[in-house]
């Protein structure tokens, strides 16, 4: 099993910028990726982005270039610095990883850009 705890989420105004963390425990060995998705109010969850054991990064088309998603393995978090904050980045993010075929979510952590 594995367990993940998100937190970092929070109020920024457009704009600003915002990092997010994910602690990782539990049978951490042979995790493929790890990752971040979101979902706003009234849409599917979205891939936002990801990055593999040998640090291959992947972003969705929107967040490039203003997001950038990290790893500490000492650590086992996985962190996800967010700028130039939308509005349209609303959501709640969640933490995921994927680990000999089966996905792990953590509990999500909401981020709200407004002013």
């Known amino acids: 099993q594995v367990q993940l705890v998100e937190s970092g989420g929070g109020l920024v105004q457009p704009g600003g910028s915002l990092r997010l963390s994910c602690a990782v425990s539990g049978s951490i060995f042979s995790i493929n990726f790890m990752g971040w998705y979101r979902q706003a109010p009234g849409k599917e969850r979205e891939f936002v982005a990801r990055?593999?054991?040998?640090?291959?990064?992947n972003y969705a088309d929107s967040v490039k270039g203003r997001f950038t998603i990290s790893r500490d393995n000492a650590k086992n978090t996985v962190s996800l610095r967010m700028n130039s904050l939308k509005p349209e980045n609303t959501a709640v993010y969640y933490c995921i990883v994927f680990r000999l075929g089966i996905n792990y979510w953590g509990q999500g952590t909401q981020v709200t850009v407004s002013s």
């Open positions: 990055i593999t054991d040998v640090g291959t990064t």
